[in-house]
Nanobody, 116 residues
Framework: QVQLVESGGGLVQPGGSLRLSCAAS????????MSWYRQTPGKERELVAS????????NYSDSMKGRCTISRDNDKKTVSLQMNNLKPEDTAMYYC?????????WGQGTQVTVSS
């Protein structure tokens, strides 16, 4: 059974940091590209960051570039997103996604709220 379980979300003040983690099971993690997306009510889910299966290729959205770092540990089957200098507009549900050709798996999400 495929599972992606996100953790690390919460309430943080503007300028603060959070580290999100996603634990994977039920598929060959090391062969999948991994991504973090976020979504707010009424808006489409948007890509935040992605990382290739070997961890050598990374990509960031313009909105988060310079403020976040995506990383993965293929031995532990985890992918992380370190977010710094958070802004109120970063408030969203953050989702982990695994992708390989036509296959895609999503986690249930973890809520990030940036507010004073």
């Amino acid at each position: 059974q495929v599972q992606l379980v996100e953790s690390g979300g919460g309430l943080v003040q503007p300028g603060g940091s959070l580290r999100l983690s996603c634990a994977a099971s039920g598929f060959t993690f090391s062969t999948y590209a991994m991504s973090w997306y976020r979504q707010t009510p009424g808006k489409e889910r948007e890509l935040v960051a992605s990382i290739g299966s070997a961890g050598r290729s990374v990509n960031y959205s313009d909105s988060m570039k310079g403020r976040c770092t995506i990383s993965r540990d293929n031995d532990k089957k985890t992918v992380s997103l370190q977010m710094n200098n958070l802004k109120p507009e970063d408030t969203a549900m953050y989702y982990c996604k695994a992708t390989k050709t036509w296959q895609a798996y999503w986690g249930q999400g973890t809520q990030v709220t940036v507010s004073s």
